[in-house]
């Protein structure tokens, strides 16, 4: 079964870091991309990363705050978060994307399998 397990999340303070993973089980990290999305209350789901053979994109809100990365031997994909804001809580989610261009990576629906989602709160 393929099976995604997001964790990582917490409470930092604002400038403060976390580092999100997300470990993949029942497929080949490599033979997929990898998006993480993020859903604050009241707000639409939003792409914030995403990554495959090699190409890594990011949201504007992100950009230069956020790396991800892979470890194909561990089958695990991370999301470095720098600098945290307190708009950047929510929950995070990571997914498998199916085939798409990568100009659409921001598209949820081209994403067919789900972590669970882990809890981001930047708060003082």
């Known amino acids: 079964d393929v099976q995604l397990q997001a964790s990582g999340g917490g409470l930092v303070q604002p400038g403060g870091s976390l580092r999100l993973s997300c470990a993949a089980s029942?497929?080949?990290?490599?033979?997929?991309?990898i998006g993480w999305f993020r859903e604050a209350p009241g707000k639409e789901r939003e792409g914030v990363s995403f990554?495959?053979?090699?190409?890594?994109f990011y949201a504007d809100a992100v950009k230069g705050r956020f790396t991800i990365s892979r470890d194909n031997a561990k089958n695990t994909v991370y999301l470095q978060m720098n600098n945290l804001k307190p708009e950047d809580t929510a929950v995070y989610y990571c997914?498998?994307?199916?085939?798409?261009?990568?100009?659409?990576?921001?598209?949820?629906?081209?994403?067919?399998?789900w972590g669970q989602g882990t809890q981001v709160t930047v708060s003082s």
């Open positions: 997914a498998r994307a199916a085939r798409l261009p990568f100009s659409l990576w921001r598209i949820s629906s081209y994403y067919h399998y």
């Open positions: 029942g497929f080949a990290l490599d033979d997929f991309g």
């Open positions: 990554i495959n053979v090699g190409r890594k």
